[in-house]
């Protein structure tokens, strides 16, 4: 909460005050509003008295009604604050080489995950598909992108790819077979990484490599077991889909599209704050 605190107070939020009317809800109360309610789970009603203990530790104005947080949270401003947001967030971190790994998952109102549901039900239900670029070992979400669940991961590759923050220069991509395309390949090589991703198990040999993927069809069969130990780690971006889940919640429980995606927004953005305070917890001890 304190990180949370921190950054909302230093992140400009260049809101417009009316001369005459209602005085506005402030910004900076809604977003540590948006993001207390992922640190708990909670319901924009539940979260409305969380915040009346809370108005004290975070300095709010007041405490804005849960309807008002229900219609800001489904309003295309918080889609650009959040979007800026995120850009602030990964911008405050050092300059540094990293390893991407990409990966898609999906978030909704369903009981069941994204993980267990069968691949045929998932393009005719009503996911919000996440498409992200996760840095190996910190488990930062790099960049992202918001789909419906009937849109392939290869589709959304490179434009996750460019928009990486300026402060990474990433060194390898790690993908599964779903991104073994070769417009997948180029976008990695047009950012400096050697692609390794996952090969189908029928792929054919090429005596003399030319393109991207028999090049890198070539290195999986000649050196298997070091193309295996490299790209073990591609697992991490599974790993923070999974923390994801497991402590802001699987479930979405917004109903309209813009809501929806704005909710997937504040978890991704709530993940990144906790690997912060982690990363920083962990540089002072």
């Not at 401003?77 to 990409?102: E, G, K, M, N, Y």
């Not at 999974?242 to 479930?251: E, L």
């Not at 997937?264 to 990363?279: D, E, G």
């Amino acid at each position: 909460m304190q990180r949370i605190k921190e950054l909302a107070d230093s992140f400009p939020f260049w809101q417009r005050r009316k001369s005459t009317g209602r005085r506005p809800v402030s910004e900076r109360d809604l977003m540590i509003a948006f993001l207390v309610r992922q640190l708990f789970n909670a319901t924009f009603r539940q979260l409305q008295a969380l915040l009346e203990l809370l108005q004290e530790y975070f300095a709010l104005d007041r405490v804005p009604h849960h309807t008002v947080l229900s219609r800001k949270n489904r309003s295309a401003r918080w889609t650009t604050i959040w979007q800026r947001f995120h850009d602030f967030v990964v911008a405050s971190l050092p300059q540094r080489s990293v390893i991407v790994a990409t990966d898609a998952t999906g978030f909704s109102g369903r009981k069941r995950p994204w993980r267990e549901v069968d691949h045929g039900l998932k393009a005719t239900q009503d996911w919000v598909k996440t498409h992200a670029a996760i840095e190996v070992d910190s488990f930062m979400v790099l960049s992202y992108s918001l789909t419906s669940s009937n849109v392939h991961e290869s589709q959304m590759f490179a434009e996750v790819w460019d928009h990486l923050p300026k402060n990474v220069s990433p060194k390898r991509s790690l993908a599964d077979s779903a991104y073994h395309g070769e417009i997948c390949l180029a976008a990695a090589r047009q950012h400096g990484a050697t692609p390794l991703h996952g090969i189908k198990r029928n792929a054919r040999h090429f005596a003399r490599p030319q393109t991207n993927y028999q090049k890198m069809v070539s290195f999986w069969q000649h050196w298997p077991n070091r193309a295996a130990a490299l790209y073990g780690k591609r697992n991490h971006a599974e790993t923070a889909f999974s923390m994801i889940g497991g402590r802001f919640g699987h479930r979405i429980r917004c109903r309209s599209e813009v809501g929806r995606k704005n909710e997937v927004r504040t978890k991704i953005a709530s993940r990144n704050i906790r690997m912060l305070a982690w990363l920083s917890f962990k540089s002072a001890d």
